[in-house]
């Protein structure tokens, strides 16, 4: 599932994603080991590195020149991973993405019909690899992001069900859930607050891809299904792949569940908002690390991307799910992620190949970063 404008105020403080929801589980009891086995985690990292070195491409991307978004994806992972931008195959992997940076500020080929979600990738590895020197691409980049946000300035009111979202480039289209997603990464890795304007727009387009109806959604979907969960986009061409309820309800499932989750704890929300409670009701009734829920094997890699980052995000533990039992939740998805891991190092969706999952590249750079979310929380 590939999922995107300068300010001349930003907030000093980082997004407010720093919460105790005690609705999910309270924090670990004295003592107590969390997460994988540490050599465990570290012989499964090593192997995905070496997978990822050795199916680089002599330009320094992966799998193909014409989609940066997957190489970026790539060198975040092994970034994630512990390597540093100093590797001689992360060094040329952001050469490579540094060359790409347009005029007008988007970080992809000039031909690429993805840009946004492109430069939100990019935008997120180079401020990872470092903020400062790439300070000038990072900020053209974070204006280009920022106008394709659905608003005003394209004629779309708040009223709108698209407004506040963004798509897969400035050539039209309808924006998604998904991309709003790596839109707010973008944002936050480039600096920008809870309190941004940028942010608080798209805040207003997650909440209408949620199935609740409240004060911030009005939309026909709302309350058809009403379970807190989410789905892929809202507006006149509203969907969910996860289909449809004989009232033409959309289903929500796993990965934009946690995207809209962890979107909305980057905008400032905590425990208290409805919305939140709503969304923590689903993930409880719902967790699972076999299968993305109510949609399987289909986008399962970028479900546990999601899972470990929004989890993460959230601060906590444990979570407990809706019949009472508290879940480790870094321990069971690292185990479970030790398991699928191919011989020579790598991950690959061999159930569905929907959204690129059957590539190696792509799948391995999603776990990689999923598993930096499972080490063990510092003390």
Avoid at 54 to 62: H, K
Avoid at 332 to 349: P, R, V
Wanted: glycine residues 10%; contains cysteine; proline residues 5%.
């Amino acid at each position: 599932m590939l999922l995107i404008p300068l300010m001349n105020r930003r907030s000093l403080r980082p997004f407010a994603a720093v919460l105790v929801l005690a609705t999910i589980a309270g924090p670990a009891f004295a003592g107590e080991t969390l997460g994988p086995d540490p050599a465990q985690l570290k012989k499964s990292r090593e192997k995905g590195i070496e997978f990822l070195k050795n199916s680089q491409r002599e330009d320094g991307t992966w799998t193909t020149p014409d989609m940066i978004g997957i190489s970026a994806l790539c060198v975040h992972g092994l970034m994630q991973a512990g390597v540093p931008a100093s590797d001689p195959a992360v060094a040329k992997a952001l050469k490579k993405i540094e060359s790409l940076a347009q005029e007008d500020g988007r970080i992809c080929s000039a031909k690429s019909r993805i840009a946004g979600y492109e430069t939100a990738i990019c935008v997120m590895v180079l401020s990872s690899a470092d903020k400062e020197k790439y300070k000038p691409l990072i900020d053209k980049a974070d204006k280009f992001l920022r106008g394709l946000q659905f608003d005003e300035s394209k004629g779309v009111e708040k009223s709108d069900a698209r407004y506040g979202g963004t798509g897969y480039g400035p050539g039209g289209g309808r924006p998604d859930l998904s991309n709003t997603v790596f839109l707010l990464e973008a944002l936050q890795a480039s600096g920008a607050g809870a309190n941004d304007p940028a942010v608080q727009k798209a805040l207003v387009f997650v909440s209408r891809c949620q199935n609740l109806e409240t004060e911030f959604n009005q939309t026909p979907p709302a309350p058809k299904v009403n379970d807190g969960g989410f789905f892929y986009t809202a507006g006149e061409k509203a969907s969910s792949p996860a289909g449809k309820t004989e009232d033409g309800g959309l289903r929500s499932y796993g990965s934009m569940t946690y995207g809209g989750f962890k979107s909305m704890l980057y905008a400032g929300l905590d425990e208290k908002d409805p919305r939140v409670k709503a969304a923590l009701t689903w993930i409880r009734k719902n967790y699972t690390v076999e299968e993305n829920p109510s949609y399987g094997d289909n986008g399962l890699y970028y479900y546990y991307y999601l899972f470990a980052k929004a989890m993460a995000a959230s601060k906590q533990d444990r979570l407990e799910d809706a019949k009472g039992n508290k879940h480790d939740w870094r321990k069971e998805l690292a185990e479970h992620l030790f398991k699928l891991q191919q011989e020579n190092g790598s991950w690959l969706n061999s159930k569905s190949d929907r959204y690129f999952e059957a590539n190696p590249d792509l799948v391995t750079a999603y776990v990689l970063t999923a598993l930096k979310q499972c080490e063990a929380p510092s003390k």
